[in-house]
């Protein structure tokens, strides 16, 4: 046994261990688990056990659930759900409040309980993934008591179905529950299989608290209870978990009509700039990778360090590195736990390996006994180096170094992935101008791994789509206004025209596509007849060359909202100078509305505001919608002109380019809008116009790599192909239908909500 002077002279800490044995009373007294539906526990099923990945030892058995449990639970959140979103907003507020004041009360409880089941350090469960719990559901109280004031006209969605990781159960499980809840829905909640245990501790405090049965279904199981959840009658699916289950639900749920949310992996830089403060730098990567066994979607795992300061910087690094206690995560003084499972576990090793493999130099990051592994990290480390290239999921980040700052953007750009980025610089100019570059849904400056229930999160790119947490969470589990609904004709396959350009009788002219801010011809040569004349007949090259045109304007995104106003006033005075000509080919009542779009537009396209929210002391939390880049737009078959403006004056208003399939039985009279564009000084590049087989060549624009965002609209059998097409790169597709499109519901904040995504910046303030 140590003396006191052995401790003062090792100044090593004692074992600090948390008492377990209220929660292991609990686990014994009130397992095995069944399901929590319709607001009581149901008789345990098929069981299978969750061990607590520090010993290995089983802490209780839990249920399989079946597509019946899952059917079960569906309809009694289908009952539950008109009478929830039918109390006052005060009334389902108090219920969030009280939930929140319980899982505060229980929170000592909980943290041990999340820390067994997950081999979590006692530390982090019980200062971060707790407290965090509580002020989600204040915060969404909150939002609950202010719904129809702030969301007027919208409702709630109906019955959200919930698929959550293992990597913060019960903070993902508040993330999903409590927004669904503010806004009116009622939600089955799938926890993932090795750590259900939180959730079923807070199914208790649910009944606990009074909640209405069958508001919140807790149905436990592994990913086949996951696509049961995916393929029942619910009216969303909100995923985060691997980019791989994502992409295969986004497929499944194609052509459904149900909403999806879907937050997914990432490989966030970490970038270290050379007048970076490299202690602080430092610590940011204990809390960024080192944190959580580096178990975070948002880890900073690609650390980009300045060349100049690389060296000192990997000294200080290394030594701090040293420093982390690896152990028993009830251990107080534990600062990395254990790794969930040992299939984890082997994962991480093998990307380690694969990567040492290819070149790469392993520091630290060695396996210890159990579930274990030491934080390390890779360094010498090529771009394509699969260590570089997939996510860990584990303690190991990777090293590299850059020269200048634009070195540093690319680098940090070069992933398929836009979750978050980390950003260390004394100077706030460098500082706020990498976040600006830096593709992602979140960016901490001088910061890392910080959340707030007002700070939405969620990612750009292949890191999904949806927000969780503030307004643009609160959206997510919302609908806007019912549209009145007007039928959109479908078209017929166009045939290529006999005798080519020109040449059809009584035919007037022939038309070209708008590429690049110029006249093309159609790639195939063809034209098809259409009234008034001839269109070209493009194909998937002439998309391929539409986007590439498109990727080459970026800078008409960093122009600021007043230079585009400028120009989009521009295109609605020209345009209206020219009513009487466009009224020739349309209705009047289009032409009018084409003109109202582009002023609207104009106006709005420097009010679309981010907004600063109130998150923790000592930091500015901005929220800045940012343009998707290059969009696909497949315009409405009727009313070709008023749809066409309709849907491209929003997207480029925010700063997108677009590449837009005219309206394909009728699309002359947009063609005639190339000359107000030339005359309005919009950039090449910024819309680009092709005609032909709407369908076809929509689900090549879906399927491209380099378009962000799709809007669709067409027929649902149509959107079915373009929805999986996209699934590929997990675009969000957006579908307005059966719209008036001269009518005032084609326009508005819910296109350019639609148009955008918003980016979370982190700044330290008053700090
Ligand atoms: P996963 O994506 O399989 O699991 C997440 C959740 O989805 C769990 O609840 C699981 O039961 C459920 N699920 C699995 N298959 C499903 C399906 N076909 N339909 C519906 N639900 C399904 O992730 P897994 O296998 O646990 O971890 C593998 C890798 O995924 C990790 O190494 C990491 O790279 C990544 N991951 C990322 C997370 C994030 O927060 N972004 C969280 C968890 C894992």
Redesign the pocket.
Known sequence: MSTVTDIMDSMEYGPSVEDSSAVRDWLTRRGPFGHFINGKFTKPGQTFASADPATGDKLAQITQGTPEDVADAVRAAKKAQNGWAKLSGSERARYLYAIARHVQKRERFLSVLETLDNGKPIRESRDIDIPLVARHFYHHAGWAELRDEEFPDHTPLGVCGQ?????FPLLMMAWKIAPALAAGNTVVL????YTSLTALAFAEICAEVGLPDGVVNIVTG??A???A??EAEVDKIA????T??GR??AETLAGTGKKLTL????KSPFVVMDDADLDAAVEGVVDSIWFNQGQV?CAGSRILVAEAVAERFETLLAARMDKLRVGLPLDKSTDVGAIVDPV?KD?IQAICRAATDAGAELVGGQPGEGCFIAPGYLRNIAPANPGMEQ?I?GPIATLSTFRTADEAVELANNTRYGLAGSVWSESATVATDLASRIKAGVIWINCANMFDAAAPFGGYRESGFGREGGVAGMLDYLAGPKVKTKNEPAPQTPQAAPGGEGKGGGIDRTAKLYIGGAQKRPDGGANYAVPGGLAPLGNRKDIRNAVEAAAKAGKWGGMGGHARAQVLYYIAENLAARADEFAKRSNRSEVDAAIDRAFHYAAWADKFDGRNVQTKPAHLVNVIPEPYGVMGIACPNAQPLAGFMSLVMPAIAMGNRVVVIAAQDDPLPVLDLYQVFDTSDLPGGVVNIVTGPKDELAKVLAAHDEVAAMWYVGGAEQLRVIEQAAGGNLKPVWSPVNRNWTGPQAQGREFLRHATQTKTIWLPYGA
């Open positions: 698929i959550i990781p293992w990597n799938k926890p993932a299989e592994d990913g209870t996951g696509a959840i995916v995923f985060t978990g691997s791989e289950v295969a639900i937050e997914l992996g990432g979607c984890q994962r996510e999921f």
